[in-house]
């Protein structure tokens, strides 16, 4: 793969045009898997927001 495997939120957000806040949202409610690394460190395995980005196509 290219791109990095795991992203912060914010890369996220950017990638999706969408708020950070709402890629928060999204880890908080279950619907995007992420990875706590420390308290204040989140990372997102690339692989699952494709998998979000995929299934939100197929509604």
Request: cysteine-free.
């Given at each position: 793969?290219?791109k990095t495997?795991?992203?912060?939120?914010?890369?996220?957000?950017?990638?999706?045009?969408?708020?950070?806040?709402?890629?928060?949202?999204?880890?908080?409610?279950?619907?995007?898997?992420?990875?706590?690394?420390?308290?204040?460190?989140?990372?997102?395995?690339?692989?699952?927001?494709?998998?979000?980005?995929?299934s939100s196509?197929?509604?």
């Amino acid at each position: 793969m290219s791109k990095t495997d795991w992203l912060t939120p914010q890369e996220a957000a950017e990638e999706l045009r969408v708020n950070p806040t709402t890629v928060h949202a999204w880890i908080h409610s279950g619907r995007l898997p992420a990875m706590q690394v420390s308290p204040r460190v989140t990372r997102i395995d690339r692989r699952d927001l494709d998998a979000l980005v995929a299934s939100s196509y197929r509604r």
